[in-house]
């Protein structure tokens, strides 16, 4: 199982990014996981950003980022999407998306079964 991260870049504060996360692997059925996406600052631990269950239908998020961070998924493409809004310096950091069969504390990364590479955000002010 491959999942393959995009997006992140160089933004403004107030700025806007986006990721896309695109899961391949033969067998791998994109719609029975639940989707996360995580960030890591530099000397920090990985911290939980949201949430997605494997239909949609639920999303969870980090306090720091409700109300500007949206996560979705379209599982025609097999793609998790995370869309950052009024990106903050606290922003920045490597993210990472993840898979996981189960959604019982999905906002626990130790429970995630496939990590993407991490992509950069870098917030100017």
């Known amino acids: 199982v491959q999942l393959q991260a995009y997006g992140g870049g160089l933004v403004q504060a107030g700025g806007s990014l986006s990721h896309s996360c695109v899961a391949s692997?033969?067998?791998?059925?994109?719609?029975?996981?639940?989707m996360g996406w995580f960030r890591q600052a530099p000397g920090k631990e990985r911290q939980f950003v949201a949430a997605?269950?494997?239909?949609?239908?639920?999303?969870y998020y980090a306090d720091s980022v409700k109300g500007r961070f949206t996560i979705s998924r379209d599982n025609s493409k097999n793609t998790a999407y995370l869309l950052m809004r009024n990106l903050q310096a606290e922003d920045a950091g490597v993210y990472y998306c993840?898979?996981?069969?189960?959604?019982?504390?999905?906002?626990?990364?130790?429970?995630?079964?496939?990590w993407g590479q991490g992509t950069q955000v870098t917030v100017s002010s």
């Open positions: 692997g033969r067998g791998f059925d994109f719609s029975s996981y639940g």
């Open positions: 997605i269950t494997w239909s949609g239908g639920s999303t």
């Open positions: 993840a898979a996981r069969r189960t959604v019982t504390a999905i906002q626990n990364l130790h429970g995630y079964n496939y």
